[in-house]
């Protein structure tokens, strides 16, 4: 989603902004822009489409000023053109917003009915003439940011510029994610702490419903109320080497690389090697009193959950409810006293989910959330903060993340079968050296990456593609056929391989590749006989296997992939390697935009 940076320096910001912008490509976007102040002006530079637009008009059009604020804007009202690009700005005020203003039509209506010009489709530009009108009448920006943000509905983030005060910014937010950046003699803003990773590693949060007026030296944060607040100065560890490709194509490929290294690190602390058992973060709260689970996620991480619900019904015996965090809500669940309400994000600031965290959370449930930023806005909110430790995940198509949260989730699983009393000491080891197995497994699958490369071109001319899978390797077909639907833009759907019969089968021709996971086991006889009618059909399958499963039931598939042989429980990580390249490498060879393919944005903060 949307991007925002502001600087308040002695020094000129352009440049820095630009930077700072780039460090955000990775939230999705359409069009961006800068806006300065020099000698009482506001000097606006905005271009649509890729960075390198707005590099280009800065080139011949340069924006000087030591104050500045700047943004990446992905459409919601409004075409990603030029003029809906953000900053907007009027005569006194220029600003920038990361997320809807749902009553911005009436708001909008009654500037014009006062004879305000408004030049672009959004929602953003209402605000700009709402606050520039209060300054117009005399308002300090203090005052007129006071009058107008209790007239917002909505999700924002803002940023904003006054042409008659160029040494300080306004921010503002509430339900989208703002921080502030405390500098040697500049002060800064932006949506996330990688966007200030080169300029400071000193920042905080601001939380729901706060404001801040910064200047060069100074940050004075005012709460819903507009009553003075201290808000945590903390060190963000945000590293601007950690958001390079190094020698990787595309950040995505260096992502699914990491795997092996990132799921061991989140492992390791969750699982205690000495004594051979998985531990929780300190909680409050009895586990072992759970009697029922409700998850809530969005794409990929709603995928993680399906896995998930595997597990915990298998392991702990706890029923689990189900649900996409846009559906949620509008369903008026039912939840039971005593439930835990688990949630997975990787930003920790989908709106969706942070809705339903809300809506669960004033329902009475205990709060868990598996996210990959341990400050973001569902962090603070949770009773049970279980962190994944993925690192910063550039790549819009998420790969590290998703393994990473399977293997919290393994290990949540884990630990309440204990605490319920479902798993005896010896289960609990052996769960634990398979877990300890999944970095070397996920290795030995990224051995593969030449063989998948290799036989990408017979899935890159494909309109439709079929993805199968039974069990916890259900999810991972739909996984498989999420990402290469985002990446590469082919057609594709998962689905329970049993079901194939009752309708997708029609499907089936010559034209349709399948690609079949099916790891030796128990579920292998079942997926391969349905395997079996796709290729009677005239199907052209893709068996994912390990070396028993391959020799047994390869013969005939247009082409192969071997995974090592593991355990099922973390089956859903390892297979999820081969799903992730073969998209991948399918996307290398059709030309696309790999790390930001069209129309998506990494983190939706808007419902």
């Known amino acids: ?328 809500r509008y369903r008026n669940p039912v939840l039971e006293e005593g439930g835990l309400a688990l949630f997975i994000s990787q930003s920790g600031e989908t709106a969706d989910t942070l809705a339903a965290l809300r809506h669960c959370k004033a329902n009475g449930q205990t709060i868990g959330v598996v996210v990959n930023v341990p400050t973001s806005s569902m962090a603070r909110e949770a009773d049970l903060l279980l962190p994944t430790h993925a690192g910063p995940e550039i790549g819009v198509a998420s790969t590290k993340a998703f393994t990473c949260q399977l293997a919290v989730l393994a290990a949540l699983a884990a630990h309440l079968a204990v605490k319920k009393g479902k798993m005896d000491r010896a289960e609990e080891q052996e769960v634990v050296h398979h877990l300890l197995e999944a970095p070397a497994a996920l290795n030995a699958a990224l051995d593969h990456d030449e063989d998948i490369a290799s036989m990408a071109h017979l899935i890159a001319p494909a309109r439709d593609v079929l993805y199968l899978g039974r069990g916890p390797d259900f999810p991972l077909a739909l996984e498989g056929a999420l990402k290469l639907k985002e990446i590469s833009y082919i057609h594709a759907e998962g689905y329970a391989s049993g079901e194939m019969k009752h309708g997708p089968i029609a499907l089936i021709d010559e034209e349709v590749p399948v690609i079949v996971l099916a790891p030796s086991g128990p579920l292998f006889e079942k997926t391969v006989s349905n395997m079996h009618e796709v290729r009677a059909r005239g199907g052209q399958v893709v068996l994912i296997s390990d070396r028993e499963g391959l020799e047994e039931a390869g013969e005939g598939c247009i082409a192969t992939i071997e995974m090592p042989k593991v355990h099922p429980l973390i089956a859903p990580l390892v297979y999820a390697v081969p799903v992730q390249l073969l998209a991948y490498h399918v996307a290398c060879v059709k030309g696309t935009d790999v790390d930001q393919p069209r129309n998506l944005a990494k983190s939706v903060t808007v419902e």
């Open 1 to 328: 989603m949307c991007g925002i940076i502001g600087i308040v320096s002695t020094k000129p910001v352009a440049d820095r902004l630009v930077d700072g912008l780039k460090r955000m490509e990775y939230r999705g976007y359409d069009s961006a822009g800068v806006c300065t102040i020099q000698n009482g002006k506001l000097v606006r530079r905005r271009a649509e489409g890729k960075l390198g637009n707005l590099v280009t008009e800065l080139n011949g059009n340069p924006a000087p000023g030591n104050i500045g604020i700047a943004h990446t804007r992905w459409a919601t009202h409004g075409a990603p053109t030029a003029h809906n690009a953000h900053p907007h700005a009027t005569g006194e005020v220029a600003l920038v917003h990361n997320g809807i203003i749902e009553n911005f039509k009436p708001l909008r209506d009654a500037l014009q009915a006062k004879g305000r010009k408004l030049e672009s489709e959004t929602d953003t530009e209402a605000v700009a003439h709402m606050i520039s009108e209060e300054v117009e009448n005399g308002a300090s920006p203090e005052d007129a940011v006071k009058t107008v943000l209790p007239q917002l509905r909505g999700a924002f983030a803002l940023a904003i510029a006054f042409r008659q005060n160029p040494d300080m910014l306004i921010g503002a937010r509430l339900g989208s994610p703002l921080v502030v950046g405390y500098g040697d003699g500049e002060m800064f803003l932006g949506s996330d702490a990688l966007a200030l990773a080169p300029l400071t590693q000193k920042i905080a949060y601001l939380e729901e419903g706060d404001w801040v007026v910064i200047t060069r030296d100074n940050a004075v944060i005012y709460d819903q109320e507009n009553n003075v607040v201290e808000r945590e100065v903390t060190t963000s560890g945000a590293s601007a080497a950690a958001i390079e490709k190094g020698n990787y194509r595309h950040y995505m490929q260096k992502e699914i690389f990491e795997q092996p290294t990132v799921v061991a690190q989140t492992l390791s602390s969750y699982i205690r090697q000495a004594d051979e058992t998985v531990a929780l973060p300190q909680i409050d709260f009895d586990l072992s009193k759970i009697n029922r689970i409700t998850i809530v996620a969005c794409g990929t991480s709603y995928y993680a959950a399906m896995v998930a619900k595997y597990w915990f019904e298998q392991f702990a015996r706890v029923p689990v409810d189900l649900d996409f965090a846009s559906e949620f």
